[in-house]
């Protein structure tokens, strides 16, 4: 006969590894508040959104094999930057190194074949379950190379997961009406359900020599595209989605500066200090700081978890010579 002595195994007594074989990668940029405020501190805030912004869930393809299991160390990377006022780039260690807080979902299901799109209503039976995630981001090195074609080296150091993968399915007593959105999306994209999430999430930030500080709480609902719309747009070309890619959000942040959902906005471009006890403040991550994320769903005495993401940066690679 079975005991929980034999059945339930103490966690700290095992290895977690990453939870699928990821294949491909994608992430989205997907919350309204992130984008809005990212777009005003660069550009301002009559031109804050991009004008195909509120009409496609804008995304990019990110790098599968850096994508790393919860506690696994992310070493600063090198690279290069265009310091304020320079006129020739440098080499070196990120100065400006962020996490973001995102959640991401596993494709599962059926897939599709090259060149048949899936249809946004029938897009849910491709969604196996939702994991927290980090994606940790150079700024100062995506500042200087993201144009013209997105993020590249500011992106591809590591992108963290939880062990975790919560079933879709496990979620139906939290689904939400889907965010607003305005203007209209065209025909595409709109889809007939809801398809959205009451998660609760939360970033804590852990100097190497102090307790964790909570730093920001934000929730799922915020984002403005919906999974559904993701795979829609993704698919719409015949692009072909296989079981185990990774489709990540974006970062998520609420309307509040409490709830940004990266050092980028909660420092406002480093404007300002995010005040850690001790007397001890940050703008960005610095060596040794360690990043906890984590998600739970609660409602009538029911609650469900996401586990934990974490990950401490490690000193950049001494300079080659």
Request: contains cysteine; aromatic residues 10%; hydrophobic residues 35%.
């Amino acid at each position: 006969m079975w005991t929980s002595r034999k059945a339930i195994i103490p966690q700290t007594d095992i290895s977690l590894h990453l939870p699928a074989q990821i294949g491909d990668y994608t992430d989205f940029y997907s919350s309204i508040h992130h984008a809005t405020n990212v777009g005003i501190m660069f550009r301002g805030p009559d031109n804050a959104l991009m004008p195909n912004w509120r009409h496609l869930p804008v995304g990019y393809h990110g790098r599968a094999s850096s994508v790393v299991v919860s506690g696994t160390p992310i070493r600063r990377p090198l690279g290069q930057t265009l310091p304020e006022g320079a006129e020739k780039p440098v080499f070196g260690a990120c100065r400006l190194l962020d996490f973001e807080l995102e959640m991401a979902f596993f494709i599962g299901g059926p897939g599709n074949r090259l060149g048949e799109p899936i249809r946004v209503d029938e897009a849910w039976k491709n969604v196996f379950g939702f994991t927290l995630m980090n994606d940790w981001s150079a700024r100062d090195i995506q500042k200087w190379e993201y144009v013209p074609l997105g993020p590249f080296t500011a992106k591809n150091l590591g992108t963290t997961i939880s062990p975790w993968v919560v079933p879709t399915a496990a979620l139906k007593p939290f689904l939400l009406d889907n965010f607003p959105q305005e203007p209209e999306v065209l025909p595409y994209l709109r889809q007939s359900v809801p398809f959205n999430f009451d998660i609760n999430l939360e970033v804590s930030l852990k100097p190497s020599d102090q307790n964790e500080a909570l730093i920001s709480k934000s929730n799922f609902k915020h984002l403005y595209w919906t999974p559904l719309q993701q795979i829609a747009h993704h698919t719409v070309t015949g692009c072909n989605l296989r079981p185990g890619d990774l489709m990540a959000s974006g970062t998520i942040s609420g309307e509040t500066p409490d709830s940004y959902g990266s050092l980028l906005e909660l420092c406002w471009k480093g404007t300002k200090n995010v005040e850690l006890p001790g007397g001890k403040s940050r703008k960005f991550l610095q060596d040794y700081d360690e990043v906890i994320i984590r998600g739970h769903c609660e409602k009538n005495g029911l609650r469900i978890g996401f586990g934990e993401c974490v990950g401490q940066v490690l000193p950049a690679h001494p300079l080659p010579q």
